[in-house]
């Protein structure tokens, strides 16, 4: 038989080479992905970046709008009040009465209505003459502003523009200035004085906080001025040179600022990024700058990139899940589509495995069939060999009786010639009522001899098992009796039999009485020498045990012989033991008695009574 190969089985070996593939393959998947994820990442934080480029363009070009707006609404100013007559007059005369009231109430009037911070004039040594601030705490009337860059230039040039904080009120602002030429008779005279508007841009930076824009504006030192984050004014981009510092300290340009640099390295590119110092929100942006070379500044536009990179991050996290739910499903389709393979695999070689052994087994079977039926021949020849053995048995035991047969048969033969010898006479003396019963009793005994071969010829035929018949066991002790009834009388045995004639068994007839006859013989031997020789037959019923669905008789056959030796009772049942003499027993007696009585579902055995040997026969009792 074909044992279970692990060849036929999806080798383990491969199987493993398989996994340590797939692992493989899994790492590059987590490579293509995370790559994947991280162009993602930056195509779209490429495209953020543009799109806020773009935005931040839009919005600089309103900034500047608003700036220059701001400065646009001041700027002729100055120049109309250089030409004023009251302003010129003062100029001209300051010690006139009424003209320095005249000025100032002219300059707070207009001041008030354009919301500059303030106007002022001062004379050709950069003294203050009259100011719209006249009447506050820190009026300039009176101070001298010679040193100012805005009175300098505007002395020089004729015109100024210029941011700073103003020295008496700290106050930054934007300071739009113009010389006043007096005016003498026809043409223009020397400057006598100049006309400053200081405009504030605080309001400014104001409104660019609230929008949440991040603007500065530098002058052309580079130094921011006005920005939306207080904390990025008055400081330089990058580091300034010591002379450029000590320049704008003298003029004090910017008040007390100690000028820190905002950057380490200046300024980017247009559109590059940023990282500016800042108090709460992300400083850093992406930064446009707008050159107003008019005003010698440079606008600066901070877009916050933060947006920018979160959406980037998201698109790139949305992608990466995307992906690693698409490469999931493959993996388990393919995982699947694997596992059906190895199951179709296992299950051909299952199949292959279920053929062989199914082959095997129907030989094996066909083998089992032979063996059986050659058994089953072995055990017809067996059973007939037995059944021979008995009936040779059987024929041995009429010979050890043969004689008391021939005596049997002798005996009436005598009687009938010696009937048929008076009949003679009988008749020649017409004694015809004699002749008569002497012919009835010759055919008594013809009959007598008839039965007699009769019952021989029964007991000698052969027979077969399978014919069991109920058998009344008084009747088959009597046949068996009727065999013996020469011996029994010569050897002077009482017989006592005790069988109840309701006695049933279910037995083969011939063969329980050579049973009996075997088991009698016996006696007869052992009882030889005895010197009171007693065959005693007896039988009781036993009704059926609790595991033993029938009843059974049980038949005693008990003598006064010798007894069976101790050292023999282990023997006597096998086949050619004997303690007689070679001619008197084959020693077959007992083993084909047990044999037959274990053919008819019963039992034999032996023990010694009180005085001689008791054979015990059970049989399955018959119910009438
Ligand atoms: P055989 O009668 O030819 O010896 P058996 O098988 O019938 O063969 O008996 C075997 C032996 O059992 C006998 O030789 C005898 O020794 C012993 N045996 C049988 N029946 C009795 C008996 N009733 N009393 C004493 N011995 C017996």
Same mark, same amino acid.
């Given at each position: 038989?074909?044992?279970?190969?692990?060849?036929?089985?999806?080798?383990?070996?491969?199987?493993?080479?398989?996994?340590?593939?797939?692992?493989?393959?899994?790492?590059?998947?987590?490579?293509?992905?995370?790559?994947?994820?991280?162009?993602?990442?930056?195509?779209?934080?490429?495209?953020?970046?543009?799109?806020?480029?773009?935005?931040?363009?839009?919005?600089?070009?309103? #900034?500047?709008?608003?700036?220059?707006?701001?400065?646009?609404?001041?700027?002729?100013?100055?120049?109309?009040?250089?030409?004023?007559?009251?302003?010129?007059?003062?100029?001209?005369?300051?010690?006139?009465?009424?003209?320095?009231?005249?000025?100032?109430?002219?300059?707070?009037?207009?001041?008030?209505?354009?919301?500059?911070?303030?106007?002022?004039?001062?004379?050709?040594?950069?003294?203050?003459?009259?100011?719209?601030?006249?009447?506050?705490?820190?009026?300039?009337?009176?101070?001298?502003?010679?040193?100012?860059?805005?009175?300098?230039?505007?002395?020089?040039?004729?015109?100024?523009?210029?941011?700073?904080?103003?020295?008496?009120?700290?106050?930054?602002?934007?300071?739009?200035?113009?010389?006043?030429?007096?005016?003498?008779?026809?043409?223009?005279?020397?400057?006598?004085?100049?006309?400053?508007?200081?405009?504030?841009?605080?309001?400014?930076?104001?409104?660019?906080?609230?929008?949440?824009?991040?603007?500065?504006?530098?002058?052309?030192?580079?130094?921011?001025?006005?920005?939306?984050?207080?904390?990025?004014?008055?400081?330089?981009?990058?580091?300034?040179?010591?002379?450029?510092?000590?320049?704008?300290?003298?003029?004090?340009?910017?008040?007390?600022?100690?000028?820190?640099?905002?950057?380490?390295?200046?300024?980017?590119?247009?559109?590059?990024?940023?990282?500016?110092?800042?108090?709460?929100?992300?400083?850093?942006?992406?930064?446009?700058?707008?050159?107003?070379?008019?005003?010698?500044?440079?606008?600066?536009?901070?877009?916050?990139?933060?947006?920018?990179?979160?959406?980037?991050?998201?698109?790139?996290? #949305?992608?990466?899940? #995307?992906?690693?739910?698409?490469?999931?499903?493959?993996?388990? #389709?393919?995982?699947?589509?694997?596992?059906?393979?190895?199951?179709?695999?296992?299950?051909?070689?299952?199949?292959?495995?279920?053929?062989?052994?199914?082959?095997?087994?129907?030989?094996?079977?066909?083998?089992?069939?032979?063996?059986?039926?050659?058994?089953?021949?072995?055990?017809?020849?067996?059973?007939?060999?037995?059944?021979?053995?008995?009936?040779?048995?059987?024929?041995?035991?009429?010979?050890?009786?043969?004689?008391?047969?021939?005596?049997?048969?002798?005996?009436?033969?005598?009687?009938?010639?010696?009937?048929?010898?008076?009949?003679?006479?009988?008749?020649?003396?017409?004694?015809?009522?004699?002749?008569?019963?002497?012919?009835?009793?010759?055919?008594?005994?013809?009959?007598?001899?008839?039965?007699?071969?009769?019952?021989?010829?029964?007991?000698?035929?052969?027979?077969?098992?399978?014919?069991?018949?109920?058998?009344?066991?008084?009747?088959?002790?009597?046949?068996?009796?009727?065999?013996?009834?020469?011996?029994?009388?010569?050897?002077?045995?009482?017989?006592?039999?005790?069988?109840?004639?309701?006695?049933?068994?279910?037995?083969?007839?011939?063969?329980?009485?050579?049973?009996?006859?075997?088991?009698?013989?016996?006696?007869?031997?052992?009882?030889?020498?005895?010197?009171?020789?007693?065959?005693?037959?007896?039988?009781?019923?036993?009704?059926?045990?609790?595991?033993?669905?029938?009843?059974?008789?049980?038949?005693?056959?008990?003598?006064?012989?010798?007894?069976?030796?101790?050292?023999?009772?282990?023997?006597?049942?096998?086949?050619?033991?004997?303690?007689?003499?070679?001619?008197?027993?084959?020693?077959?007696?007992?083993?084909?008695?047990?044999?037959?009585?274990?053919?008819?579902?019963?039992?034999?055995?032996?023990?010694?009574?009180?005085?001689?040997?008791?054979?015990?026969?059970?049989?399955?009792?018959?119910?009438?």
């Amino acid at each position: 038989m074909s044992q279970a190969h692990p060849a036929d089985l999806p080798a383990a070996a491969p199987r493993r080479a398989l996994l340590g593939g797939a692992g493989a393959r899994r790492w590059a998947w987590a490579a293509a992905i995370l790559a994947l994820t991280l162009a993602v990442f930056l195509l779209a934080l490429n495209a953020g970046h543009d799109q806020v480029r773009r935005a931040a363009r839009q919005r600089l070009v309103i #900034a500047e709008a608003v700036l220059r707006a701001a400065f646009d609404r001041y700027r002729s100013l100055p120049t109309v009040l250089a030409l004023d007559t009251q302003v010129q007059g003062l100029l001209a005369d300051p010690a006139a009465s009424g003209a320095v009231a005249a000025v100032n109430a002219k300059f707070e009037a207009i001041a008030g209505a354009s919301g500059a911070a303030a106007i002022y004039l001062m004379d050709a040594n950069g003294l203050t003459l009259g100011a719209s601030n006249w009447n506050q705490p820190l009026s300039f009337v009176g101070s001298t502003y010679a040193y100012r860059p805005y009175f300098l230039d505007a002395l020089a040039s004729g015109a100024s523009r210029y941011f700073g904080v103003g020295t008496t009120t700290q106050q930054p602002g934007l300071f739009i200035g113009k010389a006043v030429v007096a005016r003498g008779g026809e043409g223009a005279g020397p400057v006598a004085g100049v006309v400053v508007v200081k405009v504030d841009l605080e309001g400014l930076e104001g409104e660019w906080r609230r929008a949440g824009e991040q603007i500065l504006v530098s002058d052309a030192a580079g130094i921011v001025f006005l920005a939306s984050e207080p904390g990025w004014k008055y400081r330089p981009f990058r580091p300034l040179a010591a002379a450029d510092t000590d320049r704008i300290r003298a003029a004090r340009q910017y008040g007390d600022s100690d000028l820190r640099p905002l950057l380490e390295d200046g300024p980017p590119d247009p559109g590059g990024t940023i990282r500016l110092p800042s108090a709460g929100r992300a400083g850093r942006g992406i930064v446009e700058p707008v050159a107003m070379p008019d005003l010698g500044w440079t606008l600066w536009y901070v877009a916050p990139t933060g947006a920018a990179f979160r959406q980037a991050l998201l698109v790139a996290a #949305a992608t990466g899940v #995307a992906c690693l739910a698409l490469a999931f499903a493959l993996a388990a #389709a393919s995982q699947k589509r694997r596992r059906l393979r190895a199951e179709q695999a296992m299950r051909l070689a299952l199949e292959r495995r279920v053929a062989e052994r199914t082959h095997d087994l129907s030989d094996a079977n066909a083998r089992l069939r032979a063996e059986i039926g050659e058994r089953e021949r072995a055990t017809a020849a067996l059973r007939a060999t037995q059944d021979e053995l008995i009936h040779a048995g059987r024929l041995a035991a009429l010979g050890q009786i043969s004689t008391a047969i021939n005596h049997e048969i002798n005996q009436p033969l005598a009687a009938l010639r010696t009937f048929l010898a008076s009949t003679a006479v009988f008749l020649e003396r017409g004694d015809e009522a004699t002749v008569r019963r002497n012919l009835q009793r010759m055919t008594e005994v013809t009959q007598r001899i008839a039965e007699i071969i009769r019952h021989l010829k029964d007991f000698a035929r052969k027979t077969g098992p399978g014919h069991c018949e109920p058998v009344r066991l008084a009747a088959a002790a009597e046949a068996a009796l009727d065999l013996l009834r020469v011996r029994l009388r010569a050897d002077g045995v009482a017989v006592e039999c005790r069988i109840p004639p309701d006695a049933t068994v279910r037995a083969e007839p011939v063969r329980l009485e050579q049973v009996l006859l075997n088991l009698m013989v016996n006696a007869l031997d052992a009882m030889r020498d005895a010197p009171e020789r007693r065959l005693s037959l007896s039988a009781a019923h036993e009704p059926a045990s609790p595991g033993d669905s029938a009843s059974s008789w049980r038949l005693a056959v008990a003598d006064s012989g010798s007894g069976i030796a101790a050292e023999h009772m282990g023997r006597i049942f096998d086949p050619f033991f004997t303690t007689k003499s070679a001619g008197e027993g084959l020693g077959l007696g007992l083993s084909l008695s047990s044999l037959i009585v274990r053919d008819l579902g019963g039992s034999l055995a032996a023990e010694n009574g009180e005085r001689g040997a008791v054979l015990t026969l059970v049989l399955p009792a018959m119910e009438a």
